[in-house]
Nanobody, 125 residues
Framework: EVQLQASGGGLVQAGGSLRLSCAASGFTFDDYVIGWFRQAPGKEREGVSY????????KYADSVKGRFTISSDNAKNTVYLQMNGLKPEDTAVYYC??????????????????WGQGTQVTVSS
């Protein structure tokens, strides 16, 4: 059974940091891209960052470049999203999802196969 378990959300003041984790099981971790998405109330879901586990290639949305860092621990089948310099506009439910690694170059258009439950991130001003 495929599972993606997102955790690490919480309430933080503007300028603060949080680290999200996405623990994966039930598929060959190295063959997949793990992406972090977020959705704020009344807004469309947004792709935040992606990592291709096979070689560590990464991509970021312009809105988080320089503030967020995605990484993976392949031994633990876990992907992390380190979020620094948080802003109120980062407030959203954050989800992790997985898709085969061959879609990395067109990741913004890929349909992700597996999704985890969300974790709430709230940034107060």
């Amino acid at each position: 059974e495929v599972q993606l378990q997102a955790s690490g959300g919480g309430l933080v003041q503007a300028g603060g940091s949080l680290r999200l984790s996405c623990a994966a099981s039930g598929f060959t971790f190295d063959d997949y891209v793990i992406g972090w998405f977020r959705q704020a109330p009344g807004k469309e879901r947004e792709g935040v960052s992606y990592i291709r586990n096979g070689d560590g290639s990464t991509k970021y949305a312009d809105s988080v470049k320089g503030r967020f860092t995605i990484s993976s621990d392949n031994a633990k089948n876990t992907v992390y999203l380190q979020m620094n310099g948080l802003k109120p506009e980062d407030t959203a439910v954050y989800y992790c999802a997985a898709v085969l690694g061959r879609f990395f170059d067109i990741i913004e258009y890929a349909s992700f196969d597996y999704w985890g439950q969300g974790t709430q991130v709230t940034v107060s001003s």
